[in-house]
């Protein structure tokens, strides 16, 4: 009896199961179909900032992840802003001067190609004052928006013009479909020349000097290289360029050889392309103690045939003696070119010749800077460029700036 009635006091036991994440949490365990509401409220209380009471991490390792996200962004946008003010402060550092005021530069800017409405002239006052002659060649200078007179506003001492003799007159241009009525080698090159040296040795009066001047205020005594590429037959376009030099050998300005040594002149004439040496050698306007046009001898096949009195350029493709585009590496050339070409310079100096290499791989712009920078190493006589502002005005050595290709 007693037994049955402590019995009937006893409770009843049920198994509790409670998970890990009950326990840390601190609740009970929820039915299954409730479990999806109170992970969603759980969320919830763990991003709800406004409840003070919640000791949840989450939502001070948010803010600080948002603090530091934000002072990286502040940072970074201040980094930019000082690389972009240096970067144009060393821009303008390093830009070249502004253009001299002079005549060339107003000739330049006010030019009109020739025709029978131009007026452009080619001579002004104060010619060519305070520009430097530079050792640079302008390769098919025709394609100047101004050719000869562009190339002379930056001192450059080496112009070229294409020469096609069609029915006795000369134009200038690089292929037959380039051609044009009022492009010749008269009123390109020869026209402008001769007004210009007949102004530059004027004379005022004030001074006695019975020297020739060239085109240079700064270097009076100093020439210019006029090299004629021609396209057409080699005898007879030779000849008609001769033809058209008359007035200039009629002056004394073109230089020449006599029979033992050059005689420079304001206009050094040399003939490439389909120019025949045999022809340099035999002109009708040559003799033993005369010879004023010279020949653009190969710099890869350089014999001792050709010397000063016959020749003045040596040249030859750089592609084409190092195997091509793509055998010189992006940043420059390598050793083993280095000495390959020093070989060929240093022979051209033998023979008193001026070496040029023509065919410089145009890009990317810093291989073309480097190359520069190592044919002028090589004590190379004239640079071949088509770039000319880049090559007579920029300062090379900082043409690529923090990244930032300025020339």
């Excluded at 049955?4 to 179909?33: A, F, G, W």
């Excluded at 004629?228 to 050998?249: I, M, N, Y």
Aim: charge should be neutral; proline fraction near 6%; hydrophobic fraction near 40%.
């Amino acid at each position: 009896m007693g037994n049955e009635s402590k019995d009937k006091t006893e409770p009843e036991v049920k198994e509790l199961r409670v998970s890990v994440v009950d326990i840390e949490e601190c609740r009970p365990n929820p039915s299954q179909k409730n479990r999806r509401k109170w992970f969603a409220s759980s969320v919830r209380r763990v991003f709800d900032v406004r409840n003070k009471s919640e000791q949840s991490p989450w939502p001070k390792l948010i803010r600080r992840l948002l603090y530091l996200f934000s002072a990286a962004l502040l940072l970074g946008i201040f980094a930019v802003v000082i690389y972009h003010s240096l970067l144009l402060a060393l821009v303008r550092r390093l830009s070249p001067p502004r253009a001299s005021d002079n005549g060339l530069t107003q000739i330049v800017a006010d030019w009109v190609q020739p025709g029978a409405n131009s007026t452009s002239p080619f001579w002004l006052p104060n010619f060519s004052r305070d520009v430097v002659p530079k050792e640079i060649h302008s390769h098919n200078d025709y394609w100047r928006r101004v050719p000869l007179l562009e190339a002379l506003s930056l001192g450059i001492t080496g112009v070229e013009a294409d020469c096609h003799l069609i029915e006795g007159e000369l134009y200038v241009g690089h292929t037959n479909s380039s051609l044009r009525p009022n492009f010749t080698l008269r009123s390109l090159y020869l026209d402008p020349l001769i007004d210009i040296l007949t102004n530059q040795n004027a004379g005022n009066g004030l001074t006695s000097s019975s020297g020739i001047n060239g085109v240079w205020d700064t270097h009076p005594s100093r020439g210019i290289v006029l090299m004629t590429d021609l396209k057409t037959e080699g005898f007879s376009t030779l000849a008609a360029v001769q033809a058209q030099l008359e007035p200039f050998r009629q002056k004394g300005w073109l230089t020449y050889w006599n029979g033992t040594t050059v005689i420079p002149g304001p206009i050094t004439h040399v003939g490439t392309g389909n120019t025949p040496f045999e022809a340099v050698l035999n002109s009708s306007y040559s003799n033993s103690t005369y010879r004023d046009v010279f020949f653009d001898a190969p710099l890869h096949n350089l014999s001792h045939i050709y010397n000063l009195s016959n020749a003045y350029y040596t040249s030859t493709s750089l592609t084409g003696v190092l195997g091509g585009k793509s055998k010189i590496p992006r940043n420059g050339l390598t050793k083993k070119q280095m000495i390959f070409l020093r070989g060929q310079v240093d022979k051209a100096t033998e023979l008193g010749l001026v070496s040029r290499y023509w065919d410089i791989p145009p890009w990317p712009v810093s291989r073309r800077i480097n190359i520069w920078h190592q044919l002028e190493e090589l004590g190379l006589g004239m640079l071949n460029a088509d770039a000319i502002e880049e090559a007579a005005r920029w300062n090379w050595r900082w043409c690529n700036v923090l990244g930032l290709e300025l020339c």
